[in-house]
């Protein structure tokens, strides 16, 4: 794939993610937002605060990159993945009949509290998050993908190249997104 269609895609995706809660989440009065569909299943209001916490990781460090692309020159053509890379989005991408892949136990620090949640607190930081995503897809031209290395959720152990963390972040969006959708299924 083309570096250019690889970042295209991510951008496609985060605006048809910012369609979806526009049209389904956002007009949710806040009884349905918190409603679970089983007692340990998550709420649309707990799937949604889950990826702003994971954003809060992302986002300023790729923000930062963008902010210094100078020192990161020479966007290669194509654009592939890293073998962890792969990995990462793989286990996140939902498959195309729309089903989620592998369950995964969620970090600790990244598990939302057990609250009651605001519908327009939560969907507004979402929304913002959603806009930084596109500002660093459009900052992410001329500069290469590979170089800048991203510090993952799991630690500084683990880090992904730049291009790898932009499509695991998305790609975690719309898993979390799918599973706000097939809760909203199953309450309504």
């Not at 806040?30 to 990826?51: D, G, M, Y």
């Not at 792969?86 to 996140?92: F, H, P, Q, W, Y």
């Not at 897809?137 to 993908?145: A, T």
């Not at 499509?167 to 199953?186: D, E, G, S």
Request: hydrophobic fraction near 40%; glycine fraction near 2%; charged fraction near 25%.
């Amino acid at each position: 794939m083309t570096t250019t269609e690889f970042i295209l895609t991510r951008k496609n995706e985060t605006l048809l993610i910012l369609e979806i809660i526009k049209n389904e989440f956002e007009p949710l009065e806040n009884a349905l937002f918190n409603a679970r569909p089983e007692a340990k299943k998550w709420s649309i209001a707990e799937c949604i605060q889950h990826l702003n916490m994971t954003l809060k990781i992302y986002i300023p460090q790729m923000a930062l990159v963008i902010q210094n692309k100078h020192l990161y020159s020479g966007q290669k053509e194509n654009f592939t993945h890293s073998f962890i890379g792969k990995l990462a989005v793989k286990s996140m991408t939902p498959k195309e009949n729309n089903e989620i892949p592998m369950k995964m136990k969620t970090f600790k620090i990244l598990k939302p509290k057990l609250i009651e949640y605001q519908n327009s607190d939560v969907i507004d930081n979402f929304m913002s998050f959603q806009n930084d995503i596109l500002n660093i897809i459009e900052g992410s031209d001329n500069m290469s993908l590979e170089k800048p290395k991203i510090i993952t959720a799991a630690g500084p152990l683990l880090k992904m190249r730049f291009g790898d963390a932009l499509h695991f972040m998305v790609a975690h969006n719309r898993r979390h997104i799918l599973q706000a959708q097939n809760v909203l299924k199953i309450i309504s």
